[in-house]
C-alpha cells in the first residue's frame, strides 16, 4: 500500500487551482505567503480586487464539502494573514479586499467550485 503524501497532494492541488484562475481572468501575485500567523494559499488580482485565496480539497465526500473546512478560526487566521500581507507590501485602507474560497472535489476528474467573497476580515 502506497503511502499518500498529503503535503504533496496539497502542493498539487493548488497548482491545479492556480492555473484554473489564471484561465478565469485571476493574475496570480502569490502563493503559500507565510508569516508567524499563518499562511494563505494564494494571493491574486482580479478585476479591482486584491484577492486572497483558500483551497481547500476532498476526494470525496465522507468527511464532509472542502468549503466546509473553512471555519470561523481559520477565517480569522486568514484575516490576520491577508492584514499582515497589505501592511508589508504598502497597501492601503482603501485597497478593495476580497476572500474567496475554492473547493476542489474528485480524485482524477477535480472540479474547482469558486465562493468569490466567501467571508468578510473576521478577527
Not at 29 to 46: K, P, T
Not at 59 to 88: F, M, W
Request: glycine share 8%; charged share 30%.
Amino acid at each position: 500500500m502506497q503511502k499518500v503524501n498529503k503535503r504533496q497532494i496539497g502542493a498539487d492541488k493548488e497548482a491545479f487551482v492556480c492555473e484554473w484562475l489564471e484561465r478565469h481572468g485571476y493574475r496570480i501575485l502569490e502563493r503559500n505567503f507565510r508569516c508567524r500567523n499563518g499562511e494563505i494559499d494564494i494571493v491574486a488580482r482580479e478585476g479591482g480586487y486584491l484577492v486572497f485565496i483558500e483551497v481547500k480539497y476532498r476526494s470525496h465526500g465522507t468527511n464532509g464539502l472542502p468549503e466546509e473546512a473553512v471555519d470561523v478560526r481559520k477565517q480569522r487566521v486568514i484575516s490576520r494573514v491577508a492584514l499582515y500581507y497589505l501592511c508589508r507590501h504598502g497597501y492601503g485602507e482603501s485597497t478593495p479586499v476580497r476572500f474567496d474560497v475554492a473547493a476542489v472535489s474528485g480524485d482524477t476528474n477535480d472540479s474547482v467550485t469558486l465562493y468569490q467573497n466567501a467571508f468578510e476580515f473576521c478577527c
